[in-house]
């Protein structure tokens, strides 16, 4: 995991450790309001890095996927801006 997402976890679990109760779930219900709205944005700003990384001279699903430690399909998937299940996705018009 690199070090940046390591800080985001890590502040995540101070939470956790605040003494006060109260003061620990006003904190925890601030962040847990927050998060549907920056899982958005955070998926919006890896569709585009991932962009900017296909648009390199000769880069591929495949190529992007290796060095990204994921597979050539879920490059696709977040060029295409998917996430979660494939239940989620379009139908194709054949069949």
Known sequence: MSEEAQRVFDAIDALEEIADPSERAKALGEVLKALPGRNKAL????????????ARPNASLRSVGAELNI???????????????????PKNAEG
């Open 43 to 54: 998926k919006e700003a890896r569709q585009k890095a991932v962009a900017e990384l296909m």
């Open 71 to 89: 597979s050539f399909s879920t490059v696709q998937d977040i060029m295409k801006g998917y996430s979660g299940s494939g239940s989620k996705r």
